[in-house]
């Protein structure tokens, strides 16, 4: 085995980019076009709204999406 010197900035970059990679490779392993597990739109919207994550206008704008959606059905 042959030993390699880098510096220490370069084998940071590296790093970072393998684990990049791994979260990417994670992401794309997973079923992308799976539906999702609900049809309800209000169902939806109040999960986004417990995570506390999003405010009022972007909630009202993922609900009026949802009910124009053919796949959500009230």
């Known amino acids: 085995m042959i030993k390699v010197t880098i510096p220490r900035t370069e084998y940071k970059k590296l790093a970072e ?3 990049r990679y791994e979260y990417i490779r ?3 392993s997973e079923d992308l076009f799976a539906s999702p597990s609900t049809r309800n739109t209000k169902e939806v919207v109040e999960s986004f709204r417990k995570t506390k994550k999003y405010n009022q206008k972007f ?3 993922l609900e009026k999406g949802l009910k124009r959606s053919s ?3 009230e």
Do not use: N, R
Request: net charge neutral; no cysteine.
């Open 71 to 73: 796949f959500f059905q």
């Open 59 to 61: 909630l009202d704008s």
């Open 17 to 19: 980019k393998a684990q």
């Open 26 to 28: 994670q992401i794309i």
